[in-house]
């Protein structure tokens, strides 16, 4: 296995780095700022999201994840992996660059197995960052992290689909400019529990959508994006907007949730990687007990703990990376199993340590380490629980023995 980056990615590296460093570190305060001077949090869009989308559009740093050249980047995941680690180092990164979730994962869905019309509907936009999108999987009165446990149906009418159910977590959906939901729903309950479920495109705009609330994580909103609950009540469609098929729902979840998961382990190594440099500035200008906090050896021992940790990490990361490009997201599994589990638990360590070295202003929102370790927090839950992906990495390891 080579990890070493190709000529292209290491430009970009450097071209990416110069542009969080001079437009977007420099702008979170501001996006904070313009968010709370809003009528309402859910109103609009800072104005400053705009700005910078507009002139990373300009610099051709956009749409970096699509493998597709048609589409995208046309790069790698193995070369996508530290560009998207990059980005990873701020909340409002992504999104500047087109590479937020729950859009990437669901333009790579569309990408996929979406129709010429879905793709000059939806994915032509998405790709424009002109609309959002939202995900509308998990459902609040079945354990989720069983997809088969999926309640909300999809019922076949003529030319038409009817949608029925409750979901929430469907993150963006806050957002003024999410328009189109994939749904995931139950079409064929006779069917094997695999092949029961399908996932069909929703227009927000649709009779029938409500959205009740947005759920807050660890009392943050996400404003403007927000992770909506919502109820579908006899919501109509066309038949055409199926995606692939009915009883295709359970293998685009998992065709999706493969570089989904993967690209948040490498934006957690970025923010593993902000919030490690956060705490060695931090104790080299702060003195306790007349010495610099830098001296003392237990936060030696951290510092050297959290490169040690974020190393390992992103070496499990560009393996999986590697592993899906040359063999397959099925035949990664094991590795992208592994590093699900792996990258969150690192960051939450490495981000943890940094909050008690910054002391009470950590756990302020005058810093983004607070707001870091509860979005990371999150991804111990969110595309499958480290428990499911552990009895995944442990059945496979046991099947060798047989």
């Known amino acids: 296995m080579n990890f ?29 700022q313009q968010l709370d001077e809003q009528e309402s949090r859910w109103s609009a869009v800072p104005p400053i999201m705009e700005e910078l989308k507009e002139k990373a559009k300009a610099e051709g740093l956009w749409n970096l994840f699509l493998p597709e050249s048609e589409f995208g980047a046309g790069l790698t995941n193995l070369e996508y992996a530290p560009l998207c680690e990059i980005m990873g180092r701020s909340p409002i990164g992504p999104e500047v660059f087109n590479c937020a979730a729950p859009d990437t994962g669901n333009m790579e869905v569309i990408v996929r197995y979406g129709t010429e019309e879905h793709k000059e509907k939806w994915l032509k936009p998405l790709l424009a960052g002109e609309i959002r999108s939202c995900f509308s999987m998990t459902e609040p009165d079945v354990a989720s992290s069983d997809a088969t446990n999926i309640e909300a149906r999809i019922e076949r009418d003529g030319n038409e689909y009817v949608i029925n159910g409750r979901k929430w977590w469907s993150s963006g959906a806050g957002d003024p400019r999410c328009k189109i939901a994939i749904v995931m729903g139950k079409t064929d309950l006779s069917a094997n529990r695999h092949e029961q479920q399908s996932m069909i495109l929703v227009p927000l705009d649709t009779p029938g959508v409500k959205i009740e609330r947005m759920v807050p994580v660890f009392g943050y909103d996400h404003a403007p994006h ?25 293998a685009i979840a998992q065709g999706r949730l493969g ?11 970025g923010a593993a990687e902000r919030a490690l440099e956060l705490l060695c500035k931090r104790v080299q200008n702060r003195v306790a007990f007349g010495k610099p906090l830098s001296s003392q050896g237990v936060i030696r021992e951290w510092i050297a703990d959290s490169r040690i940790e974020i190393e390992q990490a992103r070496l499990l990361t560009l393996k999986a990376a590697y592993m899906m490009d040359t063999v397959g997201n099925k035949e990664a599994k094991t590795e992208i199993a592994m590093i699900k589990v792996v990258a969150p638990s690192m960051a939450l360590k490495v981000i943890d340590r940094a909050i008690q070295a910054f002391g009470g202003a950590g756990v302020s929102d005058d810093f983004p380490l607070a707001s870091m370790w509860a979005s990371s927090r999150t991804l111990r839950l969110a595309d499958g629980p480290d428990e499911v992906h552990r009895a995944q990495v442990a059945k496979l390891e046991l099947k060798k023995y047989e």
């Open 4 to 32: 070493s980056y190709s000529k292209r990615v290491e430009e970009l590296q450097v071209r990416l780095t110069n542009f969080m460093e001079e437009h977007v570190y420099p702008n979170e305060k501001v996006y904070a």
């Open 226 to 250: 927000g992770h909506g609950e919502i109820t579908y009540d006899n919501v109509r469609v066309p038949a055409d907007n199926i995606l692939w098929g009915e009883g295709k729902g359970f």
């Open 259 to 269: 570089p989904g998961r993967i690209h948040h382990c490498m934006r957690l190594i």
